[in-house]
């Protein structure tokens, strides 16, 4: 069997869209919005053309489980 091809999530910002959602340090992101997760900065990119307030599917494996959350995309903030 090939292994499972995503995006380990190192980070989750407190009260951030994926927080709010349920996802949580070391789940492996598998797609987003319907597309696979192939590279941080594609699917980035990817989120980046949604509109804000827009709800994604967002499906994860934990602990062996695949599970599939509702995220709201948010604007992401303009650093200073």
């Known amino acids: 069997m090939d292994p499972i091809q995503g995006i380990v999530v190192n980070e ?3 009260n951030g869209p994926a927080a709010l959602a349920g996802i949580q340090v070391n789940d492996l992101i598998i797609s987003v919005n ?12 990817q989120v980046a053309e949604i509109r804000p307030g827009s709800v994604i599917p967002v499906v994860v494996m934990r602990d062996d489980k695949q599970l ?3 995220v709201t995309v948010q604007e992401y903030p303009a650093s200073n």
């Open 12 to 14: 989750v910002t407190p």
């Open 68 to 70: 599939t959350f509702q």
């Open 34 to 45: 319907n597309k696979p997760a192939v590279s941080a900065l594609e699917t980035m990119d």
